[in-house]
C-alpha cells in the first residue's frame, strides 16, 4: 500500500513466524530500472548466437511482439520491443518479491530465470510460431542471464532515507 509522504515507495508488511512484523520498503523506480537493464541485457546470448551464426541478430525482438492480438504471424520490431519491456517488467515485479522473501539472490534469479524460460518457451511459444522457431538454447540463456540480473536486484536494497528510517520507528513503537 502507499504511504503519504514516500513517493515512488511502497511500504509492504509481512508477518513472520516468531510474531514479529518485518517491514520492507520496495522503490518502484529501482524495480523499473532493473525490469529495464535486465531486459536489454538478457538479450545478449541471443543476440549474439545470431552473430555468430550469421543470422538476423534482431529476430527475437521481432517474434517477441507476435503475442499482440492480431499479430500471431506479423513479428515487428516495435511491437517486440513493447511487448518485451512489458513482460521484463511484469516478471521483475514478481521475481524481486519472491526472490527478496527468499533472500536468494542471484542463484534464485537464476532457477527463477530457468522457470520463467519453462513457461514462456516451454508452454507459451505453443501459441506463437515466430517465438517456438527460434533457437531455444540462446533463448533459456537469455532467460537465464534475466533471472540473474533481477537476482542481483533483489540483493540490494536501497538505503532508507530519513523519513523511511523514522516511519519505521514509529511502525515499531505501536
Known amino acids: 500500500m502507499l504511504r503519504p509522504g514516500f513517493p515512488g515507495r511502497a511500504l509492504t508488511v509481512h508477518g513472520t513466524s516468531t510474531g514479529r512484523t518485518h517491514f520492507s520498503f520496495v522503490h518502484r523506480g529501482r524495480a523499473v530500472g532493473f ?14 548466437w545470431a552473430v555468430l551464426k550469421g543470422e538476423d541478430p534482431l529476430a527475437a525482438a521481432r517474434a517477441a511482439g507476435t503475442p499482440l492480438p492480431g499479430r500471431p504471424d506479423r513479428p515487428g520490431l516495435v511491437a517486440g520491443a ?7 517488467v511484469g516478471w521483475t515485479a514478481v521475481l524481486l518479491v519472491i526472490l527478496r522473501r527468499l533472500g536468494s539472490g542471484v542463484a534464485g534469479g537464476v532457477a527463477a530465470g530457468v522457470v520463467v524460460a519453462a513457461l514462456d518457451l516451454g508452454v507459451l ?15 533459456w540463456a537469455d532467460h537465464v542471464v ?9 540483493a540490494t536494497r536501497p538505503a532508507p532515507t ?4 523514522d516511519a519505521l520507528r514509529g511502525a515499531a513503537l505501536s
Open 35 to 48: 525490469a529495464l537493464v535486465a531486459g536489454v541485457l538478457s538479450g545478449l546470448p541471443s543476440t549474439a
Open 82 to 88: 513493447l511487448v518485451h519491456t512489458g513482460l521484463s
Open 125 to 139: 511459444a505453443r501459441h506463437w510460431p515466430a517465438v517456438r522457431e527460434l533457437p531455444q538454447l540462446p533463448q
Open 146 to 154: 534475466f533471472g540473474a540480473i533481477v537476482g542481483a536486484g533483489a
Open 162 to 165: 530519513p523519513a523511511m528510517a
